[in-house]
Nanobody, 122 residues
Framework: QVQLVESGGGLVQAGDSLRLSCAVP??????MGWFRQAPGKERELVAV??????GAYYRDSVKGRFTIARDNTKVTLQMDSLKPEDTAVYYC???????????????????WGQGTQVTVSS
């Protein structure tokens, strides 16, 4: 059974950086993404990266601060200039498609990691 394992969460101050990483099983040709869920809020897409160079998508609130990248073994989320509103549990996901334009909603992700907590203090 395919599993996704995240690492890299933690407690930081506003303005700091964190890098999340998710091990990707060999032979994964799907788009890979990161969702997050804050207490009392719905799960939301943060960023998603296509397989094969079809680009990436970011939600507006993280554009210019977060960068998603992937290779054959992992997908990472570099988070800079963190804000308290970025506090959430972050989930690595595998999309059912290879193209990020299909992967904007949670129901398009077929495998989820266990989540890693990111807490940003003001």
């Amino acid at each position: 059974q395919v599993q996704l394992v995240e690492s890299g969460g933690g407690l930081v101050q506003a303005g700091d950086s964190l890098r999340l990483s998710c091990a990707v099983p060999e032979g994964t040709f799907n788009a890979m993404g990161w969702f997050r869920q804050a207490p009392g809020k719905e799960r939301e897409l943060v960023a998603v990266f296509s397989w094969g160079g079809a680009g990436a998508y970011y939600r507006d609130s993280v554009k210019g601060r977060f960068t998603i990248a992937r290779d054959n073994t992992k997908v990472t989320l570099q988070m800079d200039s963190l804000k308290p509103e970025d506090t959430a549990v972050y989930y690595c996901t595998r999309c059912s498609s290879s193209v990020q334009t299909v992967c904007r909603s949670a129901d398009k992700s077929d495998i989820w990691g266990q989540g890693t907590q990111v807490t940003v203090s003001s």
